[in-house]
């Protein structure tokens, strides 16, 4: 178990720190409104996360539970899908991180937040590709995936309190060349490692 749950945690950790819509969008609310607003748009984002998580759980693990030949195509698709994303962070790392704000104070940041990942699959695309090789041998694979899925929620309301919380610091960080293309590349790495880890991983 530990030999799962203390990778996981280490990659999770450093996937939910990097930066990407949900940082913008997080630091753009406090920028614009006010920590209340930001927050919103946090547990936004959260829900879009369980909405995604519960979609893929019930889906996927009921395949996985049942399916040999579904378990090793999943398998092998996800590590050419981390692949794909790492190679692209590794060799075209982002320099800059725009952060624009909006003036209009009468926003739902929930809704917002919401939708910022309810419509974008790749949230889904991740979870398919890179929980199921944290599945213990033999478990339940739709209680582990929404238990996964939780830890990574529960991180990211985590990691999106402390950027409201320092905000202007942590968007200043952020923002710095250097800085964005070195999270970008150890980032890239690690989907690449997992990938590889992926290809060994039995049903």
């Known amino acids: 178990?530990?030999?799962?749950?203390?990778?996981?945690?280490?990659a999770i950790i450093l996937l939910t720190i990097t930066p990407g819509l949900d940082t913008a969008l997080i630091i753009r609310?406090?920028?614009?409104?006010?920590?209340?607003?930001?927050?919103?748009?946090?547990?936004?984002?959260?829900?879009g996360c369980l909405a995604?998580?519960?979609?893929?759980?019930?889906?996927?693990?009921?395949?996985?539970?049942?399916?040999e030949l579904a378990f090793n195509?999943?398998?092998w698709l996800g590590?050419?899908?981390?692949?794909?994303?790492?190679?692209?962070?590794?060799?075209?790392?982002?320099?800059?991180?725009?952060?624009?704000?909006?003036?209009?104070?009468?926003?739902?940041?929930?809704?917002?937040?919401?939708?910022?990942?309810?419509?974008?699959?790749?949230?889904?695309f991740f979870y398919v590709s890179f929980l199921?090789?944290?599945i213990p041998t033999g478990e339940?694979?739709?209680?582990?995936?929404?238990?996964?899925?939780?830890?990574?929620?529960?991180?990211?309301?985590?990691?999106?309190?402390f950027l409201i919380t320092l905000m202007k610091p942590i968007s200043r960080f952020l923002q710095q060349g250097k800085t964005l293309k070195k999270i970008d590349q150890i980032t890239g790495s690690i989907f690449i490692l997992f990938a590889l880890k992926l290809t060994f991983t039995n049903r």
């Not at 178990?1 to 280490?10: G, H, R, S, T, V």
């Not at 995604?52 to 399916?67: D, E, H, K, P």
């Not at 339940?140 to 309190?161: C, D, E, F």
């Open 73 to 75: 195509l999943l398998k």
């Open 29 to 47: 609310t406090a920028t614009v409104g006010n920590k209340s607003k930001a927050f919103n748009a946090a547990l936004g984002i959260a829900c």
């Open 79 to 124: 590590a050419v899908y981390l692949v794909w994303l790492g190679i692209g962070l590794i060799f075209k790392p982002r320099t800059a991180f725009e952060i624009t704000s909006n003036p209009n104070r009468q926003e739902n940041w929930f809704l917002k937040g919401l939708i910022t990942n309810i419509l974008n699959p790749k949230v889904g």
């Open 140 to 161: 339940n694979s739709t209680y582990w995936l929404l238990s996964l899925v939780a830890i990574h929620v529960g991180l990211g309301i985590l990691w999106s309190l």
């Open 1 to 10: 178990m530990a030999e799962l749950l203390i990778p996981f945690f280490i």
């Open 132 to 134: 199921p090789q944290f």
């Open 52 to 67: 995604w998580g519960v979609l893929v759980a019930c889906g996927i693990g009921a395949i996985l539970a049942t399916s």
